[in-house]
């Protein structure tokens, strides 16, 4: 009997290998998706429309996104644009997490989007998170407001208690003010 060869020849080994699921992306595709501010924008952005999008209205949000104070996001629309169309799009499409419609310019969530949509389903912009945090400038000139006129209307025993109160809320917020979910946004 002669040994087989070419495409006939298969060894059973007994070992099976599965495909890797649909959602799991690796650490390099990963990270080149999400290392780009605008991809970053992209992806946040059909996270929070849950539908498909036009890439007209995915370059103005991602320019509203990616703006600066001295950029006008109207002004980088063209060159955000013209970027998701020709490098960011095919590089999100060809990694499954966009559908990436190039003759319609329409642009959906794809195959693999599940495996980032918690990530950005707990991140906010900017904007949400300053608005949301406690800032520690106004609370500490509340509170300073508030025990200085308590000291000023109060005995001379209790001035004393109130001024180590003070130094004690100042304390508090400076300590309070250190951790991420307290710190001023500025």
Known sequence: MR???????V???GKRTTPPAQNDLDGATLFDSLGNERRRACL????EHGTALSVSTLGEQVA?????????????YDSVYISLCQTHLPKLD???LVEYEQD???????PRFDAIRDQFEAAHTPEEQAAESIRAEP???ILTVAIGAA???SPPTARIVLLFGLVGGHLLVLILGSTSSFRSSD
């Open 104 to 110: 319609r310019k329409r642009v959906r969530q794809g």
């Open 94 to 96: 060809a990694a499954g």
């Open 44 to 47: 946040y952005c059909l996270a």
């Open 151 to 153: 000291a000023v209307a």
């Open 3 to 9: 040994p087989a060869v070419g495409p006939d020849a």
């Open 64 to 76: 509203r996104a990616v703006a600066d104070a001295e950029t006008d996001s109207d002004e980088l």
């Open 11 to 13: 060894v059973d080994t």
């Open 139 to 141: 609370i500490a000139s």
